[in-house]
């Protein structure tokens, strides 16, 4: 069963910076992509970034946000800047891939870290 850990949330003010891990535990044969989503209150979950084939940000982070993976440790992280008080919501991290050789595609998806931008 592949869990996913996250890290690295927390408050900062406006215009700081925040990093967020995200790290794949169990048995998983091969990985499409990772990302991350963010779901703010009474809001709809929706992308933050995800890197596969190609990298993809949503439109509001753009220029803002940066993300990063380590294959060797079934990683993903994101560099946060320039944070404002709309960023603020439940960071979901997300990852594509086949748990054995036979399987296809399986989404998972981590517990959430909390990132609150307020002065």
């Not at 592949?2 to 910076?17: A, F, I, K």
């Not at 990683?75 to 991290?93: G, H, P, W």
């Not at 998806?109 to 307020?118: A, D, E, L, P, R």
Request: overall charge neutral; aromatic content about 10%.
């Amino acid at each position: 069963q592949v869990q996913l850990v996250e890290s690295g949330g927390g408050s900062v003010q406006p215009g700081g910076s925040l990093r967020l891990s995200c790290e794949a535990s169990g048995s998983i044969y091969s990985i499409s992509a990772m990302g991350w989503y963010r779901q703010a209150p009474g809001k709809e979950r929706e992308l933050v970034a995800y890197r596969g084939g190609g990298t993809n940000f949503g439109d509001s982070v753009k220029g803002r946000f940066a993300i990063s993976r380590d294959n060797a440790r079934n990683a993903v992280y994101l560099e946060m800047n320039s944070l404002k008080a709309e960023d603020t919501a439940v960071y979901y991290c997300y990852l594509v891939g086949s748990p054995t050789i036979t399987s296809g595609p399986h989404e998972y998806w981590g517990q959430g870290t909390q990132v609150t931008v307020s002065s």
